[in-house]
């Protein structure tokens, strides 16, 4: 009986290695597949107001950013003039 298992065992270990290789790809395609058909699609007038809301986002920080550098620009050359 026990014979029998590691016989088992040994047919499963000695299949190739490329035979196996091919066999976890194919699982993996096929598992995508299966997530892919879970995905709940945004619908397009979902897709442009996240689309506004991210280009609001992106030019209020960039008005910030450029408002904070303009400031500490001004300020480092003020700092500059009074030490010279």
Same mark, same amino acid.
């Given at each position: 009986?026990?014979? *029998?298992?590691? +016989? $088992? *065992?040994? +047919? ?10 091919? *066999? *976890? ?34 030019? $209020? ?14 300020? $480092? ?8």
């Amino acid at each position: 009986m026990a014979d *029998k298992a590691k +016989d $088992v *065992k040994k +047919d499963v270990k000695q299949e190739n290695f490329f035979k196996r290789f091919v *066999k *976890k790809i194919g699982k993996g395609f096929r598992d995508m597949r299966g997530e892919v058909k879970k995905v709940v699609w945004p619908t397009k007038s979902q897709v442009i107001n996240n689309t506004i809301v991210v280009v609001v986002a992106m030019i $209020v920080i960039g008005a910030f950013i450029w408002g904070l550098d303009a400031i500490l620009g001004l300020a $480092v050359t003020l700092l500059a003039n009074a030490g010279a």
